[in-house]
């Protein structure tokens, strides 16, 4: 037993209050909800008592470099599936099935297998951690290894979330925090995810709006299960425009859903320039721009997209989503190694062995993985990519600018033109693989 049973009604009620809010406020009050910009909150606990919201929550309001005008339809809650609002509902963790194409899961696709890549240094890293922290602290992070929380991640910067705030640690705690995610991640998956928390506080410093949720501190960590080698657990890693989910089975590892994101994706924060995402657009071009002429007309569903286009973010754990696209089974050996190398730069976050592992599994089913595209293709292009098949899904999603670039109608405004100045990206694993549920399910029924 842990620290936490699943929510209660109130409690999910309060987590859902930010939600109903931008709902009913609509314009730049729902934007500046759901997304803590608001220039007359300097932090939660004021926005909560000027507003009389609950728990904290940021109150609605114009300001913090956001023009008037009504919220765009690529903003959170506004009709994609980037990021849980208004119109998406949480999945609770008994009704988990998992991304699918048409409502059923395909079964046998995963197995309880060695992998021999350790996971020990994961284990002291996440013992470490908890170790380093106060009982109480320690109490509010740690839940059951099929608790709802896994489930209950957001993207949005607004969302009141649980667990252990790397903000109101110490410095030694959060260097722990730090080398777990360092043990459990690839160099290049720690650093993009730093720098995804670094450009959010460069957006709370650019916007002059809430302090407490955008700025690097406003990270959590959740644990589910306890820290073993051979039982199941696995930790969590949320915040504004990054949520890591880690689910580890002896040297099993899933690393899905893994969200990251970032408005801008390029700024200099404390004098150092950081620029996101380069990598995901150029692994994208490189695939599409070596199809054909025919193999594109298949590919590509139109030049023009929304503002939001993805389908499978935060709260859409169900979704269904009918393969679209290209399926690369008749893509020259060429094709096929650009359509891996695309893939691998979204897994390649995960620390190198298990990886590999992952790359393996995806190859496996690479002639049934699909590719599609939409928006125009040059290197500076608003663009939407997806990668489908059995066993993984992405989704990469330049969108509207909500919050930076807005001013003096320098990118279009809220209402205008997607940039690759505001990127989302998700990595699933479809047909039950997330959070490690069909994982959990096998070592449940077979060695219990």
């Known amino acids: 037993m842990h620290g936490h049973r699943p929510r209660t009604p109130e409690a999910d009620r309060s987590r859902r209050w930010f939600m109903n809010k931008a709902l009913l406020a609509g314009g730049v009050a729902a934007v500046a909800t759901m997304t803590g910009c608001s220039s007359d909150a300097s932090d939660t606990a ?166 407490e949720t955008l700025t690097e501190g406003a990270y959590f960590f959740t644990f589910m299960g306890t820290p073993s080698t051979t039982k199941p657990w696995g930790f969590q890693y949320e915040g504004h425009h990054v949520a890591i989910n880690y689910f580890v089975l002896g040297d099993q590892v899933v690393m899905t859903p893994t969200f990251m994101g970032s408005e801008p994706t390029s700024a200099t924060y404390k004098g150092e320039k950081i620029t996101l995402f380069r990598t995901e657009t150029k692994a994208g071009l490189t695939l599409l721009r070596s199809l054909t002429a025919a193999q594109r007309a298949k590919v590509i569903s139109g030049t023009k997209k929304s503002g939001d286009d ?86 990469y999603d330049a969108q509207s600018p909500l919050a930076y670039g807005t001013k003096g109608g320098g990118m279009g405004g809220p209402n205008g033109t997607p940039t690759q100045q505001h990127i989302h990206t998700i990595i699933r694993t479809p047909n039950g693989g997330d959070y490690g549920v069909d994982l959990l399910k096998l070592h449940l029924d077979n060695d219990h």
Not at 123 to 130: M, R, S, T, W
Not at 317 to 345: H, M
């Open 46 to 211: 004021t926005a909560s008592s000027s507003s009389g919201a609950p728990n904290g929550a940021p109150s609605g309001g114009p300001g913090g470099g956001m023009p008037t005008g009504a919220m765009p339809s690529g903003g959170p809650g506004g009709g994609g599936g980037s990021g849980m609002g208004p119109g998406q509902s949480e999945v609770k963790y008994a009704d988990f099935k998992g991304v699918s194409t048409n409502g059923t899961i395909t079964d046998g696709l995963y197995s309880i297998h060695s992998t021999d890549v350790s996971t020990d240094g994961i284990v002291k890293a996440a013992q470490a951690f908890l170790d380093g922290l106060s009982a109480k602290e320690r109490k509010s992070c740690t839940f059951d290894v099929d608790n709802d929380e896994w489930l209950a991640w957001s993207n949005v910067d607004g969302y009141q979330r649980k667990g252990v705030r790397m903000g109101d640690i110490t410095a030694t705690q959060r260097d722990l925090g730090y080398a777990l995610l360092g043990a459990a991640l690839s160099a290049d998956g720690l650093t993009q995810t730093r720098n995804i928390m670094k450009l959010n506080a460069f957006l709370g410093d650019y916007s002059g709006g809430n302090r």
């Open 310 to 395: 993805m389908k499978a973010g935060a709260g859409q754990d169900n979704a269904e989503l009918a393969y679209q696209g290209l399926v690369a089974k008749d893509f020259t050996s060429a094709q096929k190694q650009n359509l891996l190398d695309l893939v691998r730069v979204y897994v390649g976050n995960m620390n190198d062995g298990h990886a590999e592992v992952r790359m393996a599994e995806v190859e496996a089913h690479l002639d049934s993985t699909y590719f599609s595209w939409l928006g125009e293709t040059k290197d500076s292009s608003a663009f939407y990519y997806r990668v489908h098949s059995p066993v993984v899904l992405i989704e």
